[in-house]
Nanobody, 118 residues
Framework: QVQLAETGGGSVQAGGSLRLSCAASGYIFSSYCMDWFRQAPGKERERVAGMDSDGSTNYADSVKDRFTISRDNAKNTLYLQMNSLKPEDTAMYSC????????????WGQGTQVTVSS
């Protein structure tokens, strides 16, 4: 049974930091590309960061230089370090897995809420 479980969300003031974790189980974590998404109320889901199985990363312009994605394959865990948080970063954050050669995500977590106050 595949599971992706996000933790680490919470409420912080603008300028603060949070570290999200996504614990994976039930599949070969190291072989999959992993991404973080977020969705704010009334807005479309946005892919904020991705990490391929070879370690290469990519970021949305809105979070570049503030967020860092990483993974620990020994712990089957994906991370998102979020620094210099802004109120517009407020959203539900979810992790997702895809086969790297494909362009759709097959496993999704339930999400963790991040709220940034001004």
């Amino acid at each position: 049974q595949v599971q992706l479980a996000e933790t680490g969300g919470g409420s912080v003031q603008a300028g603060g930091s949070l570290r999200l974790s996504c614990a994976a189980s039930g599949y070969i974590f190291s072989s999959y590309c992993m991404d973080w998404f977020r969705q704010a109320p009334g807005k479309e889901r946005e892919r904020v960061a991705g990490m391929d199985s070879d370690g290469s990363t990519n970021y949305a312009d809105s979070v570049k230089d503030r967020f860092t994605i990483s993974r620990d394959n020994a712990k089957n865990t994906l991370y998102l370090q979020m620094n210099s948080l802004k109120p517009e970063d407020t959203a539900m954050y979810s992790c997702a897995a895809r086969v790297c050669s494909l362009s759709w995500w097959i496993y999704w977590g339930q999400g963790t809420q991040v709220t940034v106050s001004s």
